[in-house]
């Protein structure tokens, strides 16, 4: 029986309901933060943690036909459509579009109509956007997916996000060093309290009177209050850059150790600019966590005390100043959405003009070689202009805000002042309560403006702590920790792959499938067949960098998963068709920054891998500095450093990856001879039938399976 429509569920009585916006994370998610955005508007709430939780999603991205399965799993009746764009103002939003042919967006609304219409949409790449039908045209393909709940349809919320009390828990000293900073807080604002009745009696005692004495007095006291208000000053902003320093480095690590301990995946579907950007949101929250949750508590605290004691000057005057700041108070709170969503449409354009920018540092010799350095500068240059676009929209908004500002307690000012010169003229005030009625005026509207302010800075936090809680709450690597110890020299290096299979989602064919292989201690096997085959990922298996669909790989005869993956990699090394260096000297690089580094070791490693002649003719030799881009070397003199670096590590199985590929047959056969003498497993990827011949067993890839190949030499 067909799912029915819950035709209730599409009812939406409140103007004020929107499309809520769900920024993808990852490079190829735009699908399911579409669907998650559809879902939440009609009360089922997701974010991208939940949906990746309940559907895989690969670097290939999704189809139209895996969209419709996961509405389906959501309880959404999906119903496919081929749209002209005249006929877009038909459909029932939101719905989701297919864009440039590669990218899903959500259409929230359409005004207008024929060339006059405009399109509101809500890009998990980009964020909100309305555009025009011209600018519409260009990006739609005609292609559109509407849904509908069913009575399957569950309202209900199902957001794994990260809260603010996660970041007091795990910092230690937090609570007592904001109790000091609250503690001087009040004090300062006493002292604050206290100056305008200076002013009140110099004016209604001393001149009136004209007492020396007393103004002698009067001016010895306050003016020990200020030199007693600068010290606690100073100590307060000295406890300030403490706290801050010391938070920033707790919160900087804990997340770095956390995010090094994400798995593979987690990297290679996100752009390095953007986890950059994510790691900058801990400067946000540490101000928030030190001077704004303080302000905002004494502000809180002092603009009540000022009230009062402005009420007991005049309750007219007063209410004058009640106006100004609850009017105040009312803008400010219905700007909150569009600072929002223009500050995260920063962030998001920030983001990819970095990872822009990076990219291009990274491919400045693809760049040169083929002479598109005008198009890369100008596809960064589009970038850079979001930022910048993005920045104008933000700054408009606060244009507007300051000049509303300054018009009303301007105004407020002007009325205050004539009110409080007519209670003069009439005896209710004299004119050193005017004078210090003005300056608790100027303390509240000051006070309660940055409390506002505070407070607003407190709900864009959630800005922050989404970004960072991709990283915060994404799991660390599965099996790390292992309940079977073995000891580094233990391990003999037999290796055991039971039944592997492996699909990169539930949608996708699997790559790997059923795949057996033992290998003995000291075995030199070589893997082949054609690209794209699943040979790295096979290696990747056996490295621990992807989980099996199923099956197991045992070391020794022991699961690895129990072994746990931080001791099995102690075991192992490897070399990579795309590892790098790291920036240090070439000691440190083959050492692997070793603290306590064997000098003779790195230099013996250096020999097995025919490196160390090239090396001796460096000006600087093992101290010759390299960086992650390879600095000066060759294609082969890179891929030697790192089988140096892999031998250092003396493991009982060497995985290589097209390792040898940039080296003449003359090194790679010393290299190979040279190898052979060390007591380890050997597992190489290759294409070169050179390499092959050096393998004493050959395998080939085909269809995901592994078959073992007759060698001939």
Not at 80 to 105: E, G, R, S
Not at 447 to 469: P, Y
Request: aromatic share 8%; with cysteine; hydrophobic share 45%.
């Amino acid at each position: 029986m067909e799912d029915t429509i819950n035709n209730s569920s599409l009812l939406n009585f409140s103007s004020l309901k929107s499309v809520p916006l769900i920024l993808q994370a990852e490079v190829a998610e735009c699908g399911l933060a579409s669907m998650a955005m559809v879902a939440s508007f009609y009360g089922h709430q997701l974010d991208m943690p939940a949906m990746r939780k309940r559907f895989s999603a690969n670097l290939k991205g999704m189809n139209l036909q895996q969209l419709i399965d996961v509405g389906d799993s959501l309880g959404l009746a999906s119903r496919a459509l081929q749209c002209p764009i005249d006929d877009v103002h038909k459909l029932a939003t939101p719905c989701i579009l297919h864009w440039d042919m590669n990218h899903f967006v959500v259409l929230t609304k359409v005004s207008g109509k024929g060339n006059k219409s405009t399109f509101s949409i809500n890009d998990p790449a980009v964020g909100k956007r309305t555009l025009s039908a011209d600018e519409f045209g260009k990006h739609f393909t005609g292609i559109c997916l509407e849904l509908t709940p069913t009575n399957k349809f569950e309202v209900k919320q199902e957001q794994a996000r990260m809260k603010f009390t996660q970041l007091w828990s795990s910092m230690s000293g937090l609570k007592s060093g904001l109790v000091k900073l609250v503690a001087l807080s009040l004090v300062l604002q006493l002292f604050a309290l206290m100056s305008p009745y200076y002013m009140q009696w110099v004016v209604d005692e001393v001149l009136v009177s004209f007492d020396e004495p007393l103004l002698t007095v009067l001016a010895m006291g306050f003016g020990l209050i200020v030199i007693i208000s600068t010290v606690t000053n100073a100590v307060r902003s000295w406890l300030i850059l403490r706290l801050s320093s010391l938070l920033n480095m707790q919160m900087g690590v804990n997340l770095l150790r956390h995010l090094l301990r994400l798995p593979m995946n987690y990297f290679e579907s996100r752009h390095v600019g953007d986890i950059i950007s994510r790691f900058g949101s801990l400067a946000q929250i540490r101000e928030r966590i030190t001077t704004g949750f303080v302000e905002t508590l004494v502000d809180g605290v002092m603009s009540i005390t000022v009230l009062i004691m402005m009420a007991l000057y005049s309750l007219k005057l007063t209410a004058i100043v009640l106006g100004a700041i609850t009017l105040y108070t009312i803008v400010r709170l219905v700007l909150y959405r569009p600072l929002h969503q223009a500050t995260e449409e920063m962030i998001q354009s920030s983001a990819k003009e970095q990872s822009s920018f990076l990219e291009n540092i990274r491919g400045m010799q693809t760049i040169k070689l083929f002479g598109n350095e005008s198009q890369r500068q100008g596809i960064w240059q589009n970038r850079y202009a979001e930022v910048i676009n993005s920045e104008i929209r933000l700054g408009r908004l606060n244009i507007s805000f300051e000049s509303f500002n300054k018009l009303l307690f301007g105004l407020e000012n002007v009325f205050v002042i004539y009110f409080a010169a007519q209670m003069v003229m009439f005896n209710s005030l004299t004119v050193g309560m005017v004078l210090a009625f003005i300056a608790y005026k100027g303390q509240l509207t000051q006070r309660f403006a940055n409390l506002i302010e505070q407070v607003i800075q407190f709900k864009m936090m959630r800005l922050h702590l989404d970004r960072i809680s991709d990283i915060a709450l994404t799991s660390q690597e599965a099996n790390r920790e292992g309940s079977v110890q073995i000891k580094n020299g233990d391990s003999k290096g037999a290796l055991t792959l039971e039944n592997i299979c492996f699909a990169y989602s539930d949608e996708d064919a699997a790559i790997l499938n059923k795949v057996n292989l033992s290998l003995n201690a000291g075995d030199s096997i070589a893997i082949t067949g054609p690209s794209g085959a699943g040979k790295t990922t096979l290696m990747k298996i056996m490295l621990g960098l992807l989980q099996p669909t199923s099956g197991k790989v045992l070391l020794d005869g022991k699961d690895i998963t129990h072994i746990g993956l931080k001791n099995y990699r102690k075991q192992i090394a490897a070399v990579m068709q795309d590892d790098t260096l790291l920036a240090g000297s070439i000691a440190d690089n083959i050492s692997f920054f070793d603290p306590q580094p064997d000098f003779a070791k790195i230099e013996q490693c250096a020999q097995l891998a025919s490196i160390h002649d090239d090396i001796g003719k460096m000006t600087m030799g093992y101290n010759s500095l390299v960086g992650d881009m390879g600095s000066n070397l060759s294609g082969g003199q890179l891929q030697r450093i790192l089988l140096a670096r892999a031998l250092y590590q003396s493991p009982s199985i060497l995985y290589m990856d097209e390792a040898t590929s940039h080296l003449d047959t003359d090194n790679e056969a010393k290299i190979s001879e040279q190898i052979q003498h060390l007591s380890m497993t050997r597992i190489m990827i290759a294409h070169r039938q050179e390499t092959i011949n050096m393998a004493s067993k050959v395998y080939r890839l085909l269809d995901g399976e592994l078959t073992d190949v007759q060698l001939t030499k």
